[in-house]
């Protein structure tokens, strides 16, 4: 009943602001209600404080004992929603499909696939040496395991 309660409430609150999206929704055992909420320009403290107050002011306490975390998806937490990958074009990206590994700049991206780029040496066609070559590969989101930003320091 609590589940279903936030559920509403946070689904009115990211209504309310389009450019936020939920990436994950826990309530455990002892209701305490776990947010992770990502955004098309990022997460500020401000947006998660909103979200918060907007469901913590809609429930009773005396009818709930309940602790409520609302947070931003980690600058190093895998990538699960298409909305991420738009976010994040230009960027590093280290993709692990079933079948393979990839890592590269993240090209493009829609709904349905991403495209990975990167360079590598090669043999050169005709006499002796290497050459650098543009690699580029397209991905099924649906193909993806895990996803992964890479970050630089």
Known sequence: MLKEKVAQLLEQELKASPSLFLIDFKVTPDQTIKIVIDGDEGVRLKDCVQVSRAIERELDREEYDFSLEVT?????????????YLKNIGRKLAVRTAESQF?????EADENRIILEWKTREPKPVGKGKTTVLKTQEIPISDIEEAK?????
């Open 72 to 84: 931003s998806a980690g600058a190093t937490a895998p990538l699960v929603n298409p909305r991420q």
């Open 103 to 107: 890592e590269g700049n993240l090209a």
């Open 149 to 153: 930003v890479k970050l630089n320091f």
